[in-house]
C-alpha cells in the first residue's frame, strides 16, 4: 500500500534513498525554529489542523475553496484541513481577548495542507513556522518580528550571503493605486497583479494592468524609485538599533499575495535567487476583527516560513547537520553471563540522562561494534571482572580511539 | 466562528480559562517523551495525517470505518485522517526494509483521529507517543519496549505510587481458547468478549462468552490464576535486571481490543484506578507482512501513550510544571533616549541565547515591571548612564531582589 501522492514520510537518517524526507533533518529545523521563538519571548500554541470551511471563505471569498483541502464530514459540516495558520490565531484571541495582556507575541508550527487538483508532484502538505505579534500598531513590532525571522535564518547557519529580507508596504501601493483609480473594487486585482510581476511574462503583466487603467512603465518606475514611506523607514531605523540594517532592503516588487495584509509586507529570499521566497508576512490589522465578527478589534501582524523551500536551501548551502542523532554509550555484552549486570549498568546510564543502547540478543563482537559505529555511538562500555574478581567497565572512546578501565559506579561520571 | 466540536485549541499559559488545553503542559509532556526515546537509542519518524481508508480497512476489515475521520477526497479518493500510527509505520517499514539494519526501534508524536457520531462531547482527536521495535523475536525487545514506557512515565515525575504496568498475553488466552472451541473464526469474537470483561456488567459478558462455548467462570478463574507463561516470564526476569520489576504485574484481565496483536500485550495503569488505561501495546508480528502485501515479513511490536489521560492524571497528582516559560531577562526602557542602546543590547542577549524581551513602545515603568513579572522573567535589566557619562546596566534578580551595576558587556556573563 502507497502513501498519498503529495503528502511525505520522514525517516531517521541514515536515509534509505536520496530523495526521501529526513526526521532528523526536520527536528533540526523545528529546534532552531522554537528555541529562536524563545529567545525572542515567544510563547508556544495551537489549534486543530481541521476547521470550517466558513474561517477561509470570509475572508478570502469562495474562490479560495479550489484550493482548499476541504470536504463535507460525517456530520454534514463543511469542513477543510487548515491551509494557513493566522484565521485559526485570529480566531483564539478573539475567543478570550479580555484574558491576555497585550502585546501577545505567539508562535506555533503547524502541518499545512493545501489541494490543487491539476498540479501533479506537488506537495500537498508542509510545515510552518508562525510567529505573530497581536495588539500593537507601533513599527516596532515590525521590526521585532522581522528581527525574528532574521535569526530564527541565522540559528540555521544561514548568514547575509544566504539570504535578506524585501521590504514592502500595501499602504505606499495603495497610494499609488488610489492615486491613478477611484475604484477600489479593482484594489484587490491590482494587487494581484503585483504580486504576479517577477513570474509572469511581462506582456501578461502589461495587460492585466493596462485592463485596470495602469501601465507597466509607472508600476516599474515605482519600484525602481523604491523610497521608503516613514512607516519603513521607522522599521528600517529600529532594526539598525539592533545591528540588522543589513539584512533588510525596500523593494516593491514584493506585495503578497493574500488579500488580508493591511500595511508593512515582507518577504526572505535566498540571495542566489534560486529558489521560492523562504518566507513572508506582513500586518493584517483587520483579520481579528472579521474573524471574530467585530467582537474584537486588534491589530495584528505574522509571518510563515515553510519547512519546504528551508530545507532544499539549507542542502544546498552544505547546512543540513550530519549524524545528529548520537549515542553516549552503547553497551557491548560479549560474555552473556555478564547481561545482568550489563542491564543493570544500561539502566543507571539512561537514568543519568544518557542516551544508551545495547544488542537485545547474544551477537558476534564484531557485529555489536559494528551497530554502535552505525548508532553513531560516541563510547562503547563494555564490563569485565578483573583478576581479582570484582566487576570493571572498559569505555572506549570511539573518535579519539582511547580507553580506560573504571569501576562500574565511576562509568557514567567517566562519560558526561 | 467556532471551532470543530472535538478539536482542542492549545493556549499559553497562564491560561484563558480553566478548562483550556495548554500548550506549556503539552510542550513539557512531549519533551519528556522525546527525551526518554532519545536515552533508549530510539529514532524518530513521521508519517502523513491522511492515509488511503485501505491501510486500515485491511487489517480490521470494514466495521472499523465507522469509528474513522474518513471522506473522499477531490481527486475521488477514499482517505482518512489516521486513527493509529502503527499501520504508517508498519507501510513505511515495509517500503524500505533493506535499507535499515534491525531491529529498528523508531518513535513518533503523532495527532490521531476517530470520528464517532453519536459520542457528543468527546475528543476526535488526540496525540499519542509512539515507540516500536522492528525485526526482534526475542522477549527483550518486550522488556525494552516496556522499560521505556515505564521510564517515559518517570520522566514526568510519576512513581510506582502512581502507575503500573499489566501484562498479559496474546498467546496464553490463545491456549486457553483453542483447549476449548475449535472454531478458529470465532477467536476475535472471545477476544472483544476478554477485552470488554471490566467494562461491561457481569451478566452481558456472561451472555457473550456463554454464545461462543465458554462460561464466566472459567475465565474468571483462569485470569484469578494469573500463571506467567515462559514467554512473560523471559520478560519478567529482563525488566528484574534493570530493577524495574516493582512495575510490571502479570494480568490477563488485559487483552487489547485491536485485532492484529499476536503475542505479549500490556497496559499502563493508574494506581487509584481513575483513569481509563494511560497506554498500551503489545506484539503484533503478521502487520508488516499484511501491510506489505506478504513482500516483507518482520515480527514487531509497539505501544502507544495518549497525551489526554495522561495530562488529566498529571495534573490530578500536582506534578503539571507552573511557570514552564521563562524570559532570562526583561530588558526595562524607562528613559526613551536610551532606546537605541537598550535594543542592541536586546540583540546581544538573544544572540547569546538567552531568552529577553522588552517594552515594544514607551510606557511607564510600573508597567514594564508588571509585563516582567507575568512573563515570569528571572532578571529585569535597565541601562543608565554612571556620572561619569559611561553606559551602565542596573541588573536587578527578581526572586531574590538583589541588584547590581555592571557595565554593558558584562551583561550577559552576569546573566548566565
Same mark, same amino acid.
Given at each position: ?12 537518517? $541514515? ?6 524526507? +529526513?526526521?532528523? %533533518? ?14 525572542? !519571548?515567544?510563547r508556544?500554541y495551537d489549534g486543530p489542523?481541521l476547521e470550517t470551511l466558513e474561517l477561509y471563505t470570509a475572508k478570502s471569498g469562495a474562490e479560495i475553496v479550489?484550493?482548499l483541502?476541504n ?6 459540516r463543511e469542513v477543510t484541513?487548515r491551509p494557513e495558520m493566522t484565521p485559526t490565531l485570529a480566531r483564539m484571541a478573539g475567543a478570550h481577548d479580555r484574558q491576555y495582556r497585550k502585546p501577545l507575541k505567539w508562535?506555533t508550527?503547524p /502541518? ?18 508562525n510567529a505573530d505579534i497581536i495588539g500593537e500598531k507601533a513599527a516596532?513590532a515590525d521590526?521585532?518580528l ?14 547575509? *550571503?544566504?539570504?535578506? =529580507?524585501?521590504?514592502?508596504s500595501r499602504n505606499?501601493?495603495q497610494?499609488?493605486f488610489n492615486?491613478?483609480?477611484?475604484d477600489a473594487a479593482k484594489a484587490y486585482?491590482?494587487y ?8 509572469? *511574462? $511581462? ?8 485592463? %485596470? ?12 524609485? !523604491?523610497? $521608503?514611506?516613514?512607516e ?20 516593491? #516588487?514584493?506585495?503578497r499575495g493574500l488579500a488580508y495584509y493591511t500595511g508593512p509586507v ?6 542566489? #535567487? ?5 518566507? #513572508?508576512g506582513g500586518r493584517y490589522d483587520n483579520l481579528v476583527q472579521l474573524v471574530s465578527n467585530g467582537k474584537v478589534d486588534l491589530p495584528a501582524l505574522g509571518f510563515g516560513? !515553510? ?6 536551501? %539549507? ?5 543540513? $547537520?550530519?549524524?545528529? *542523532? ?16 550489563? =542491564?543493570? =549498568? ?18 558476534? +563482537? ?22 581479582? !574478581? +570484582? ?5 572506549? /572512546? ?8 573504571? +569501576? ?9
Open positions: 500500500m502507497e502513501r498519498l501522492p503529495g503528502f511525505r514520510d520522514f525517516y531517521p537518517e $541514515p536515509l534509505p534513498d536520496p530523495n526521501a524526507w +529526513s526526521a532528523d %533533518l526536520r527536528r533540526h529545523v523545528f529546534d532552531a525554529w522554537r528555541d529562536s521563538a524563545r529567545r525572542y !519571548g515567544f508556544e489542523p479550489g484550493q483541502y470536504f463535507t464530514d460525517k456530520g454534514g484541513l508562535f508550527i /502541518q499545512l495542507f493545501r489541494y490543487e487538483r491539476q498540479q501533479k508532484g506537488r506537495l500537498r502538505e508542509h510545515f510552518q513556522f516596532a521590526a521585532e522581522m528581527a525574528l525571522l532574521i535569526d530564527s535564518l541565522r540559528a540555521l547557519g544561514l548568514t547575509r *550571503a544566504d539570504f535578506m =529580507l524585501r521590504l514592502s505606499a501601493w497610494e499609488f492615486r491613478r483609480c477611484a486585482d491590482f494581484q497583479a503585483i504580486d504576479k510581476l517577477e513570474r509572469e *511574462a $511581462p506582456a501578461v503583466s502589461e495587460s492585466r494592468l493596462v485592463a %485596470l487603467g495602469f501601465s507597466l512603465d509607472e508600476v516599474r518606475a515605482f519600484i525602481a524609485a !523604491g523610497q $521608503p514611506t516613514e519603513l523607514q521607522r522599521i528600517l531605523d529600529d532594526l539598525a538599533m539592533r545591528g540588522l540594517a543589513d539584512f533588510v532592503k525596500v523593494d516593491y #516588487g514584493v506585495i515582507f518577504e526572505a529570499f535566498d540571495c542566489q #535567487g534560486e529558489f521560492r521566497a523562504i518566507a #513572508g516560513m !515553510g519547512d519546504v523551500v528551508l530545507t532544499e536551501l %539549507l542542502k544546498a548551502r552544505g547546512l543540513s $547537520p550530519k549524524n545528529v *542523532a548520537r549515542l553516549d554509550a552503547f553497551v557491548l555484552i560479549e560474555d552473556e553471563s555478564l547481561r545482568p549486570d550489563s =542491564l543493570k =549498568l544500561l539502566q543507571t546510564l539512561r537514568d543519568a540522562g544518557l542516551a544508551a543502547d545495547y544488542p537485545l540478543v547474544a551477537a558476534k +563482537s564484531d557485529k555489536q561494534f559494528k551497530r554502535a559505529l552505525e548508532a553513531n555511538a560516541t563510547h562503547t562500555v563494555r564490563l569485565e571482572r578483573s583478576a581479582a !574478581g +570484582s566487576m570493571m567497565a572498559r569505555i572506549k /572512546q570511539l573518535a579519539a580511539r582511547t580507553e580506560e578501565v573504571v +569501576s562500574v559506579t565511576e562509568v557514567v561520571r567517566a562519560l558526561q
